[in-house]
């Protein structure tokens, strides 16, 4: 009879617990965010999608682009350089820019601000 109770106990708290354990945000909701000019919760949107797909080069260059506007210049290298050797063409071109970018800026910093073009890609995940 005890074992019931233990397990049942179990089954509720983990009920209990779940829903409490935020699921990655959307890709969706994290560009709206990023669009809004919302960078720190986009940022921290795309970490979580980038935790359960560390391969997907849309989501790192997105969080690249947010690491950008919050002036993280260091992140959003790392961020630039892997999209531009595992993204598609067309990723790997606008990480390219982005690098380039942040290696002409000699006084280490970055106007905070909205990139002025952004394109959408499609990704199959």
Same mark, same amino acid.
């Given at each position: 009879?005890?074992?019931?109770?233990?397990?049942?106990?179990?089954? &509720?708290?983990?009920?209990?617990? &779940?829903?409490?354990? %935020?699921?990655?945000? %959307?890709?969706?909701?994290?560009?709206?965010?990023? /669009?809004?000019?919302?960078?720190?919760?986009?940022? %921290?949107?795309?970490?979580?999608?980038?935790?359960?797909?560390?391969? /997907?080069?849309?989501?790192?260059?997105?969080?690249?682009?947010?690491?950008?506007?919050?002036?993280? &210049? !260091?992140?959003?290298?790392?961020?630039? !350089?892997?999209?531009?050797?595992?993204?598609?063409?067309? &990723?790997?071109?606008?990480?390219?820019?982005?690098?380039?970018?942040?290696?002409?800026?000699?006084?280490?910093?970055?106007?905070?601000?909205?990139?002025?073009?952004?394109?959408?890609?499609?990704?199959?995940?």
């Amino acid at each position: 009879m005890k074992k019931h109770h233990v397990v049942g106990a179990l089954a &509720l708290l983990l009920i209990a617990v &779940l829903p409490a354990v %935020s699921a990655p945000a %959307s890709y969706g909701q994290a560009v709206a965010d990023y /669009n809004a000019g919302k960078y720190q919760q986009a940022a %921290s949107e795309f970490e979580a999608i980038k935790a359960q797909y560390p391969t /997907n080069a849309l989501t790192r260059y997105y969080l690249a682009l947010c690491r950008q506007a919050l002036g993280h &210049l !260091d992140k959003a290298k790392q961020e630039y !350089d892997w999209v531009s050797q595992n993204g598609d063409a067309n &990723l790997k071109g606008l990480a390219s820019q982005g690098l380039a970018r942040l290696s002409g800026n000699r006084t280490g910093s970055v106007q905070a601000g909205k990139v002025r073009k952004i394109l959408e890609f499609y990704a199959d995940w």
